[in-house]
């Protein structure tokens, strides 16, 4: 099976300016995540999707971050603006159901100069 | 809230000696617990879960784990390693009920020397 797919891999920004990152989750998982994972970090989670809906997005820096899941299938996490502390990766995940084994996509490496 | 501790950042060991990795949790109430693996520019993979039942899970690449609930911890380990285990290792937890959501440790990074 065909897994989470995200686009794009790497993305060099300047502070300030804006950028969007695109996940495709597994066919058929309801359940989509996107993390925040740091240089030495590990993965923290942003905003948890059910379907179309906003399960968790309590550590999603509102001020600057949104993220959408069109048709309860894609979905794309933006920053604007970007500040240096964003440079991370970016990793999207996804599941059957809350908990149900979470799949990772490789992740979209994002540096802010 | 929960958290998880992974007690050691770097791990470097020789080729085919046993390796444990530690990982320690907080919750104050039931969890599940995960090892995830992540290998250099890839996305991170399964390795195992425990979830109930028998508290030594086998999981893949030869690995398993330990859920010691008294000392609130769930080691990993390997009797031999090889150098493709080369790799960070992330410990994760998540309560059973209410807000379900994965609570990564730092990671620890795991380096086979041959």
């Known amino acids: 099976e065909a897994g989470v797919a995200q686009s794009p891999r790497y993305k060099i920004i300047e502070k300030r300016q804006s950028v969007a990152f695109w996940c495709n989750p597994i066919s058929g998982h309801a359940t989509l995540y996107w993390y925040q994972q740091i240089l030495g970090q590990g993965p923290k989670l942003l905003i948890q999707f059910q379907n179309n809906g906003v399960v968790d997005d309590s550590q999603l820096p509102k001020d600057r971050f949104s993220a959408e899941r069109l048709k309860g299938v894609d979905s794309t996490l933006k920053i604007q603006p970007a500040k240096l502390e964003d440079s991370a990766v970016y990793l999207c995940a996804s599941s059957l159901e809350i908990l149900s084994v979470t799949f990772f996509g490789q992740g979209t490496r994002l540096t802010v100069v | 809230a929960q958290s998880v501790t992974q007690l050691d950042s770097q791990v470097p060991v020789f080729e085919e000696a046993p390796v444990e990795l530690r990982c320690n949790y907080s919750?104050?109430?039931?969890?599940?617990l995960f090892w995830y693996v992540q290998y250099p520019n890839q996305g991170l993979q399964l390795l195992l879960k425990y979830l109930s039942g028998s508290t030594l899970v086998k999981g893949i690449n030869g690995f398993e784990a330990e859920f010691n609930k008294s000392q609130t911890s769930f080691h990993l380990r390997k009797p031999s390693v090889h150098i493709s285990d080369t790799a960070e290792y992330f410990c994760?937890?998540?309560?059973?009920?209410?807000?379900?959501?994965?609570?990564f440790g730092q990671g620890t990074r795991l380096t086979i020397n041959p």
């Open positions: 919750s104050s109430v039931s969890v599940y």
């Open positions: 994760a937890v998540t309560v059973i009920q209410g807000a379900q959501k994965l609570v």
